[in-house]
């Protein structure tokens, strides 16, 4: 069940000399929840991020993070929070068990580190540097270093930028881990697939103002409720297509059909009418929309733009 | 938090360790220099009978500031590079305070400098006997105010310099030219008068001076104003230091 909220934020308002970075934000994290702040490069994600863990201090806006006020109670607050910031780096040389013990040094009750390192396929990077380790590795470490204190929140910024997607696939079953040990997840992304696996609920950033606050299918439905089903069939064209209830458009290429509706139950409508036709289909699958077209519609451009 | 100083302390120095050109450039090069030096000429040196220069009696001041001015360098690269590649911000991220971080850095660089100079003196021993007339105890003292006193320039310098390309070489231009006038190699006495006036508000010039004086056995008591000098400036560097640096 998702309880009370552990992060609390309203009005943030964050500028770097003229350039306001972060004009409007307001949102609340959920005790439990994979929550994700998405946006385009620039759009004020990191700098929400940095502020609500203390590290940045706003211009205006409240902030509360279990129960506390950031940027008054930063040292109070880092222990009960892990951190993962965006492009961090680590000593060159420093070594892998060197940094999680040294991390393991500054809080009262540290995890295992060398479990930790297990869980994460890190056990036999142990003794490397970390300029040896590969980017999906650093992240993996950085990982562990924002879990080492058993934190309730655990901030993640940008995880899996770089990482090709095998690791980045690694990185999102170990992020759902989190969540499973019953801890709150804030992450910021700009892959929309990525906040469409993981979170549970996002907000959408653009201009520093959140534009939208729901579950990412809850925001598909209500935004792009368009559906398309693409078949192929043999031979003579199936009749009455046109009459399918919800339908808007049928568009035919040789022998394959794409039909665009709206509406939950189209794509069922549209199988209950393959069926009755009887005709044999070749092939057939669904085109929903994604993140991605709500992101389109509600900014009116690309999140890569 | 005394238990982060000490972790963060010795996983410094280990990392600065497995820095090869760290280690050959701030310990090896001096020392072995300093060595073939001594073999060439320490011997004809002792044989003619010249009157002591620069090179025999002041030596150990000489290469003490020399080392200390080379460590604070050091230190300034290492914050700046530790700033630009994010890593101040990491540590920062953490419940270490801003303080710990960079005492820990200050730490390891006092270390090496007192290995190196250690290394110097056992080194040199054969061919420059050391002349040391104060006792070694305050003559170390008196280096590890004058050092700390220089790190709080370095501190300014790593503050004030962005990036970490040039935050090194803007550290010699600046340091490098105060040892110049600052009574090393020659007397100030031999300077312009308003040379003079300039050399004396430098904290350089202060360091030298109270190394000398504590190395010819003087008291603590007749070095006041060089005390109170690198004191001052070590106020004021650190104050405006914390107010201009940035983590990242």
Known sequence: ?305 | MLKGLLKLTWVEIKIFVREPMGVIGTVGIPVVLFLVLGKTLGKKMADSGAPPTVLSSGLAIFASIFIAVGSVLSLVAIISIYREGGILKRLRATPLRPQIILSAHVIVKLIFTAVTIGLFILAGRRYFPLDLEGSAFSFGAALLITTISIMAIGFVIASAVPTARFAQPIGSVILYPMLVVSGLFFPIELLPTAWQTAANLLPLTHAVSLLKGIWSGGAWSDHLVELGALTLNFVICIALSAKIFRWE
């Open chain 1, 1 to 305: 069940m998702l309880g009370r909220s552990v992060i609390e934020v309203a009005n943030l308002r964050k500028a770097y000399g003229s350039t306001v970075a972060v004009d409007d934000a307001s949102f609340e994290v959920r005790e439990g929840e994979i929550f994700g702040l998405i946006g385009p490069n620039g759009a004020g994600k990191t700098t929400t991020m940095e502020c609500v863990e203390g590290i940045r201090r706003p211009d205006g806006g409240r902030i509360t993070v279990l129960g506390l006020e950031p940027y008054k109670s930063p040292y109070e607050l880092q222990h009960r929070i892990g951190v993962q910031l965006q492009q961090a780096q680590l000593q060159k040389r420093i070594k892998v068990w060197e940094a999680v013990d040294l991390w393991s040094s500054l809080y009262p009750r540290p995890l295992d580190g060398d479990e930790l390192l297990e869980q994460l396929g890190l056990a036999d990077k142990r003794g490397a540097w970390f300029m040896t380790l590969s980017g999906g590795q650093k992240q993996r470490l950085f990982i562990a270093l924002a879990l080492i204190n058993d934190p309730e929140v655990v901030f993640l910024d940008e995880l899996t930028t770089g990482l090709d997607p095998q690791a980045r696939r690694k990185i999102w079953s170990l992020v759902t881990g989190i969540r499973d040990r019953g801890k709150t997840v804030f992450l910021t992304t700009h892959l929309m697939e990525e906040a469409e696996r993981l979170c549970d609920r996002v907000a959408i950033i653009e201009h520093g103002r959140v534009i939208e606050i729901d579950a990412p299918t809850a925001l598909v439905e209500q935004h792009c409720p368009e559906r398309s089903v693409v078949f192929t069939a043999d031979a003579s064209p199936p009749a009455g297509l046109d009459s399918i209830e919800g339908i808007e458009s049928v568009s035919v290429e040789g022998f394959t059909y794409r039909l665009e509706g709206r509406g939950e139950d189209f794509v069922t409508r549209v199988i209950h009418h393959l069926s009755a036709s009887d005709i044999h289909v070749r092939d057939l699958r669904t085109v929903l929309p994604t993140l991605e077209d709500v992101f389109l519609k509600l900014t009116g451009h690309g999140i890569r733009d």
